[in-house]
C-alpha cells in the first residue's frame, strides 16, 4: 500500500535584518553616582571603562516594558504587521521568572500571538545567538519573519559595593526583525561556548542558596582578567573567522559592533582585527554602559540613528560573555 | 635553554612602555605593578599577553596575581623559557 510522501519546509535562499528597535532605561546614571559605594570616581571609572553615564530602569519600569518598547519600533520600522510574525526569539538572563518564558508574554503584548516563542539564555552573547537562530528559522522556511529581541534591567543583579562589574551595568533593550530576502544578508555565524570557564562570569549565588539563607540576592561577578583576555584574544580570533566564513575582509566592512563590555576591550579588539579608519566602530558603552545581550542591537541602533553608518552597509557583530558563550556574524545594515 | 634576566627586563620594559608609556628605564625589578608603575589590571593583562608572543611562554591567568612585581614577572618568564 502506497502511502503520500511527507512535505518538508521549502527552503529560502537568504534572510536579512529588516529593522531594528531600541530602548534604554529612563534614568541617566553617572559616575558619581556609583562612585561611592566602590571607594572609586568619575575619572578612575571613565580610564578603565569609557563609561560617562549608564542607562538605568526605575522601579516602575520593567525589563518587559523595555522589550516592547524595542520591539515595537522594530516592527513598525519592518513594514510588517505584527501578526505575520511566525517566531520570537527572546535573549536575556533577567527575566524573573523561570517559567513561563518572557518571549510568549512578549508576543502577547505586541500583537504577535499566536507566534512560537522562546527565551534563550546566552547572556553578552545573546542577541548574536538570536540573529543564528532567527537566520536558520527563515531560511530552513519554519518561519517567514522572526522576532529577535534581547532586554536586560541587569539592574535587578546588581550590588553597589561590587567593584569587578556592577558599575559597568545598565538596563535595555534591543530588537529585530529578520525575514526572507532576495540578496544575503546574514553570514554563516561563527559560534560557540567554553564551559572550562563557566564561572567567570556569574551570580554569587543560586537561588536554592538564597532560599535556604545561604546567601544574600544573588548579583552578578566577573573575573576581569580572565574574560578581559578572553574578550579581546579569543574573540579577535572569532571576529577574523567570521569575516572569513562571509567572504569579505575587514577593509569592506561599514562597522564593527561588539558586544559593549568595557572601551578598552573594544579599543583592543580594533588593534587586534587591524580595521582601517573607514570602518565606524559602535562605542555606545560610553553612554548607555554595558546592557549585556541588548548591547550590540543598542549600539546599532545608534550607529544608524546618528548616520555614522548607512543602511546597506556591512557589519561585523559579535556578541561574547557569561558561559562562556560567543557568536559572530556579518550582517547587512537595515 | 632559558632566556637571561637581563633580556627578559628589557623586553618587558618595552612591552610595559608600548601600553602604557611609562619609560622603559623606569621599569625595574623592585616595582611594584601596581603601587609603583600605577598599571591596572587591564592593562596588566595586555603586558602578560604580549610578554607570552614576544617570550614564548604561557602565564596562566592564576598565576598573573602572583605577579606583583617587575621582578616577579621577569623571573617567571625566565623559569618558563
Avoid at chain 1, 570602518?279 to 543598542?298: E, F, K, Q
Amino acid at each position: 500500500m502506497s502511502r503520500p510522501e511527507l512535505k518538508q519546509y521549502e527552503l529560502n535562499k537568504y534572510s536579512r535584518i529588516y529593522s531594528l528597535g531600541a530602548a534604554r532605561g529612563e534614568l541617566v546614571v553617572t559616575n558619581d553616582d556609583v562612585a561611592g559605594p566602590i571607594d572609586s570616581s568619575d575619572e578612575w571609572i571613565r580610564q578603565r571603562t569609557g563609561i560617562i553615564t549608564r542607562r538605568r530602569a526605575g522601579k516602575d519600569t520593567s525589563m518587559m516594558d523595555l522589550a516592547v518598547a524595542a520591539a515595537k519600533e522594530a516592527i513598525a520600522n519592518a513594514g510588517i504587521q505584527p501578526s505575520e510574525i511566525e517566531a520570537v526569539v527572546f535573549n536575556t538572563i533577567t527575566h524573573p521568572y523561570l517559567t513561563p518564558s518572557a518571549a510568549t508574554l512578549l508576543a502577547e503584548l505586541v500583537g504577535a500571538n499566536p507566534a512560537a516563542a522562546y527565551d534563550v539564555s546566552a547572556a553578552c552573547a545573546g542577541y548574536c545567538y538570536g540573529i543564528a537562530q532567527a537566520d536558520a528559522l527563515v531560511r530552513s522556511g519554519v518561519a517567514k519573519f522572526v522576532l529577535v529581541v534581547a532586554a536586560e534591567k541587569l539592574s535587578d543583579i546588581i550590588d553597589p559595593t561590587d567593584r569587578s562589574i556592577s558599575f559597568l551595568l545598565g538596563d535595555g533593550a534591543g530588537a529585530a526583525i529578520v525575514g526572507p530576502s532576495d540578496t544575503p544578508g546574514i553570514s554563516p555565524t561563527v559560534w560557540g561556548s567554553d564551559g572550562s570557564h563557566w564561572d567567570a562570569v556569574s551570580m554569587t549565588g543560586s537561588l536554592l542558596d538564597f532560599r535556604d539563607g545561604k546567601t544574600s540576592w544573588p548579583t552578578l561577578r566577573q573575573e576581569g582578567q580572565t574574560v578581559f583576555r578572553w574578550a579581546v584574544w579569543e574573540m579577535a580570533k572569532v571576529a577574523k573567522k567570521a569575516l572569513e566564513v562571509a567572504g569579505i575582509e575587514a577593509k569592506d566592512l561599514a562597522a564593527l559592533v561588539t558586544h559593549q563590555a568595557n572601551i578598552r576591550i573594544i579599543d583592543e579588539m580594533v588593534k587586534q582585527l587591524a580595521l582601517p579608519d573607514s570602518v565606524a566602530v559602535a562605542r555606545d558603552i560610553i553612554n548607555t554602559g554595558n546592557t549585556s545581550a541588548a548591547s550590540v542591537p543598542l549600539a546599532m541602533h545608534e550607529l544608524l540613528r546618528t548616520g555614522e553608518v548607512k543602511s546597506g552597509g556591512y557589519a561585523l557583530q559579535i556578541g561574547f560573555g557569561a558561559g562562556l558563550a560567543f557568536a559572530a556574524q556579518v550582517v547587512v545594515l537595515p | 635553554m632559558a632566556l637571561a634576566q637581563a633580556d627578559v627586563l628589557a623586553g618587558l620594559a618595552e612591552i610595559v612602555n608600548d601600553e602604557t608609556g611609562i619609560a622603559t628605564e623606569a621599569v625595574q625589578l623592585d616595582k611594584h605593578f601596581t603601587n609603583d608603575l600605577d598599571i591596572d589590571s587591564i592593562s596588566m593583562m595586555t603586558i602578560v599577553v604580549n610578554c607570552e608572543d614576544k617570550f614564548g611562554v604561557k602565564i596562566p591567568d592564576e598565576e598573573v596575581k602572583n605577579l606583583e612585581t617587575v621582578g616577579d614577572a621577569v623571573n617567571f618568564i625566565v623559569s618558563a623559557s
